[in-house]
């Protein structure tokens, strides 16, 4: 147990450059007290005093803002950074080493009974406001884009933005030993697919002018510039 909550002190340490001191850490990091009133909450829902594990689960929100159903799985390591407004669901699995920030809902979109809340595997990176929906899987060493929407399975090493979630593949794999932080840097997809869909345009347009032996419509080099957006 103490190596658990070592793990989890240590993993603050690792992708917080704010946090200072072991102190600062144990009294003022939501997060943390999260994930310790939800050991205890998840102790008592496996041994049965479920209502006392749902009542610890409703102080600790009550505390921090962060929601952890009793009967979620939570693996070592677990870090939520700032906490507020973070849901995690009855059903949910989280691997090892994963991070969430706030705002995040690992939540369910049906009313079954049995398992209706993502599992999220090893090392992923959950940005701020991301929303992950339904039975599904986060595969390891992923990471999803702040405000993304989440409804389908993803891959391991994979990235998702937008809403709904775009999966990008990596091309390699980064042979993770600890969570991808880099959660700023996120592809375009919306940008890459409308330059795609510009400099195909421009390709036909040039063949029809070669064809039809009349002069090219202008084409412009650089795809719009600010005016094109006026109100
Ligand atoms: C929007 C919602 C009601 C749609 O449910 P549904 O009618 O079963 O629709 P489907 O899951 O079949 O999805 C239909 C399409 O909408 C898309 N979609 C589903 N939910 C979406 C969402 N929240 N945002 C954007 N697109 C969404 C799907 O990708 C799918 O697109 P596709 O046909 O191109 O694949 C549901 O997905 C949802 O978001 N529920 C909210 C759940 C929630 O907030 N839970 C929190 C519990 S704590």
Known sequence: MFNTLRQDIQSVFERDPAARSWLEVV????????????????????????????????????????????GATIGHGFF???????????????????TLYHGVTLGGTSLNKGKRH????????????????????VGA???????????KPVPPDSVVVGVPGQIVKRKEHRYATTPDLNHGVMPDMIGASVISLM?????????????????????????????????
């Open 27 to 70: 009294l003022l990091y939501p997060g943390l007290h999260a994930v310790w009133g939800h050991r205890i909450s998840h102790w008592l829902w496996i041994h049965d005093f479920k209502l006392l594990g749902r009542w610890v689960s409703q102080i600790a929100r009550g505390i921090t803002g962060i929601e952890i159903h009793p």
């Open 118 to 137: 993502p599992t999220i595997e090893d090392n992923v990176v959950v940005g701020a406001g991301a929303k992950i929906l339904g039975a599904i899987t």
């Open 141 to 151: 060493d992923s990471r999803i884009g702040a405000n993304a929407v989440v409804n």
């Open 80 to 98: 939520i950074d700032h906490g507020m407004g973070v849901v995690i669901g009855e059903t949910a699995e989280v691997g090892k080493n994963v």
């Open 199 to 231: 400099s195909r345009v421009d390709a036909l347009e040039k063949i029809l002018a070669m064809d039809h032996k009349h002069e090219p419509m202008q084409v412009r080099d650089s795809l719009w510039t600010i005016d094109d957006f006026a109100i």
